[in-house]
């Protein structure tokens, strides 16, 4: 199985800061990568696909870089409505498989 | 509008054989893979298999395979996830999930998500 390495696992940053997400695949995936964030209660919502292609409605400050094994998520600026859990996933290999996730919090 | 909604709520005891369901509109069933997603609570998401609506052919996560029967009735639009001998560690929410690109697992579709307690 490909394991996808996610970091930080939790972070606390302020309103208006710069967030960046990593996630490192244990190999080549190409692009088939995405982004999903998870509000508590809630299903995870698709942000990012095919790692860098933001779903229509998703705010511009919300981005996505990388290739092959190493990828980048980053909010340019941090709103209070940020606050979730992120998760990363791969689908160039069944099973497909996601990253461990990252909770941002506000300081 | 698509929409994916999924059945309620389930409490069971271990060993117990439970389905759970995903009752899809707003688009043409057979177009996608229907997939299933486990998050234990406080935990991380994990694919446990799909389902082509179109054929019934499913593949499921290696972990999963023998405990988890996933399946599609086109004539309800309803996809399903079948859990059995279930144990303590099997209780989570349950998402169904989908893709507008039909083949590709990127899942911008999701059910509410089920929550399964097995207990005792």
């Known amino acids: 199985d490909i394991q996808m390495t996610q970091s930080p696992s939790s972070l606390s940053a302020s309103v208006g800061d710069r967030v960046t997400i990593t996630c490192q695949a244990s190999?080549?995936?190409?692009?088939?990568f995405n982004w999903y964030q998870q509000k508590p209660g809630t299903a995870p919502k698709l942000l990012i696909r095919?790692?860098?292609n933001l779903e229509v409605g998703v705010p511009s400050r919300f981005s996505g870089s990388g290739f092959g094994t190493e990828f980048t998520f980053t909010i340019s600026s941090l709103q209070p409505e940020d606050i979730a859990t992120y998760y990363c996933?791969?689908?160039?290999?069944?099973?497909?498989?996601f990253g461990q996730g990252t909770k941002v919090e506000i300081k | 509008e698509v929409q994916l909604v999924q059945s309620g709520a389930e409490v069971t005891k271990p060993g117990a054989t439970l389905k759970i369901s995903c009752k899809v509109s707003?688009?043409?069933?057979?177009?996608?893979?229907m997939h299933w997603v486990q998050q234990v609570p406080g935990k991380g998401l994990e694919w446990m298999g799909l389902?082509?609506?179109?054929?019934?052919?499913?593949i499921y996560a290696e972990k999963f395979q023998g405990r988890v029967i996933i399946s599609a009735d086109t004539s309800t639009d309803t996809a399903y996830l079948e859990l059995s001998s279930l144990r303590s560690d099997d209780t989570a929410f349950y998402y169904c999930?989908?893709?507008?690109?039909?083949?590709?697992?990127?899942?911008?579709?999701w059910g509410q998500g089920t929550l399964v307690t097995v207990s005792s």
């Open positions: 996933q791969q689908y160039e290999t069944q099973p497909y498989t």
């Open positions: 707003g688009y043409t069933f057979t177009n996608s893979y």
């Open positions: 190999q080549d995936i190409s692009t088939y």
């Open positions: 095919d790692v860098a």
């Open positions: 999930a989908t893709s507008s690109g039909g083949s590709r697992a990127y899942f911008d579709f």
């Open positions: 389902v082509d609506p179109e054929d019934g052919e499913t």
